[in-house]
């Protein structure tokens, strides 16, 4: 089922989401359902759970989306009770967007390179290395979860702002 996706401003949002203690049960199968459904429809590269108003720490990512462009391919994933680390001290700055911000781009910097650990919705381990946009990712989703959207980390305000006056040429997007 699509659901409607919370828009900065809105508190739950901004507060810490909780670690899910039970896997492979019939909630979680149905939450991402609905997380696979709303990200689809809205065509975005990635979810993360309390955006649509579950304040649990639950991501997903990848496949669908249309805005990784030449960036590289992501495989879909489903993460649970992530943990990024970093890998290295090198972050590069890119353009960004959000379902919760819709119509705004912004250069945000991130770690180039991190190894993500989490669960799969039966309790399998994920683990990965990865770097650039798959990296880039998965801190934004991750971010959700900590109540973090991605203007807080912005640091030059001057490459923020509509995606239709920042790139008038490029193909209408979604948000
Ligand atoms: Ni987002």
Redesign the pocket.
């Known amino acids: 089922m699509i659901r409607d996706v919370l828009r900065m401003g809105d508190g739950r949002l901004l507060v810490r989401s909780k670690e899910v203690t039970e896997f492979d049960t019939k909630e979680l199968h149905a939450l991402l359902a609905d997380m696979r459904d709303t990200m689809a429809y809205m065509n975005?590269a990635?979810?993360?759970a309390p955006?649509i108003g579950v304040p649990l720490r639950v991501v997903i990512f990848g496949a669908q989306n249309l805005r990784s462009g030449d960036r590289g391919d992501i495989p879909e994933t489903t993460l649970i009770n992530p943990v990024v680390e970093p890998i290295g001290l090198l972050t590069t700055e890119d353009w960004?967007?959000?379902?919760?911000?819709p119509g705004l781009r912004g250069r945000v910097p991130r770690y180039e390179k991190v190894r993500y650990r989490g669960f799969d919705v039966t309790g399998n381990t994920v683990d990965r290395l990865v770097d650039g946009f798959h990296a880039r990712v998965v801190q934004?989703?991750c971010?959700?979860l900590d109540g973090v959207?991605?203007p807080m980390r912005i640091r030059d305000f001057n490459s923020f702002g509509f995606v239709d006056v920042l790139f008038p040429d490029a193909a209408i997007q979604d948000d």
């Not at 960004?96 to 911000?101: I, N, Q, R, T, Y």
């Open positions: 975005g990635g979810l993360a955006q960004e967007g959000c379902l919760s911000v934004h989703e971010d959700h959207l991605y």
